[in-house]
């Protein structure tokens, strides 16, 4: 017997649990539910159509060096994505850029 719902938080994991007890939820169990779900979430979130098009373009291009146009986008997008509080990183320093470009890039991937 698999896994028939994608578990997003905290929220449907408790679900899961009182499901499987035989406990059926209510209104406020859903309500807590999607509360927890957005307060306590697992993993990443998905791309937006606009962002996988972005992303795609800019990994095909390999680019080198990159613009502050560049720098907001894959800026926005790695906040965003996985759900990162938003900070100001070195506009120059390669080893940071190059770990969030390596971490955006395993994520378009899979």
């Known amino acids: 017997m698999g896994r ?9 994991l408790i679900a899961a649990g009182t499901s499987v007890i035989g406990i059926e939820p209510c209104d406020g169990c859903n309500k807590r539910k999607e509360k927890l779900n957005q307060l306590f979430p ?9 962002e996988k098009e972005y992303l795609g373009t800019f990994f095909e291009s390999n680019k080198e060096t990159l613009d502050s146009k560049d720098q907001k986008q894959i ?5 965003r994505v996985f759900r ?5 990183p070195c506009t ?3 080893g940071v850029w190059n770990s969030i470009i390596k971490k955006l890039k395993k994520a378009y991937e899979n």
């Open 42 to 50: 697992f993993g990443i979130e998905e791309f937006s159509d606009i």
């Open 4 to 12: 028939t719902k994608k578990i997003k938080g905290l929220g449907d």
């Open 92 to 94: 120059n320093c390669s």
């Open 75 to 79: 800026l926005d997008i790695y906040f």
């Open 84 to 88: 990162v509080k938003p900070f100001d």
